[in-house]
């Protein structure tokens, strides 16, 4: 999956940069942006329109990674809190006089019953 995604990410350099090559002409030429809200007005020096895209895609990667370092800090977290729940439960366990059993099916039973079978009774 690695491999799919590098092969992937190189494509998508290789034809982002064939698109630049072959649109200098157009992207070179300069663009004013302006906005205008009730009576206030902006208008931008002009710039050229493959600066516009760069500084948007940086924009947006920058947005991005400010979300996913904001997800990993939640995550993380989450998963001390769930250490420190797994390490307070193990504590309680062990305090315990009757010994843990773990069955087949993942239940924890501290007390186990003895199978009876059919001979037994």
């Known amino acids: 999956m690695r491999y799919i995604k590098a092969l992937f990410l190189i494509a998508f350099f290789f034809v982002s940069m064939l698109f630049f090559v072959q649109n200098t002409d157009d992207l070179s030429r300069a663009l004013v942006i302006r906005l205008s809200v009730l009576s206030w007005s902006y208008a931008s020096a002009e710039l050229p329109i493959y600066l516009l895209i ?20 939640r995550c993380a977290t989450r998963l001390s809190e769930a250490k420190a729940r797994v390490s307070s439960l193990e ?17 924890t039973l501290s007390d186990p019953a003895p199978v009876q079978s059919a001979q037994d009774q």
């Open 54 to 73: 760069l500084g948007s895609f940086a924009i947006g990667a920058l947005a991005a990674c400010l979300y996913f370092i904001a997800d990993k800090i």
């Open 91 to 107: 504590k309680e366990l062990s305090q315990r006089n009757v010994p843990a059993v773990v069955r087949p099916s993942g239940i």
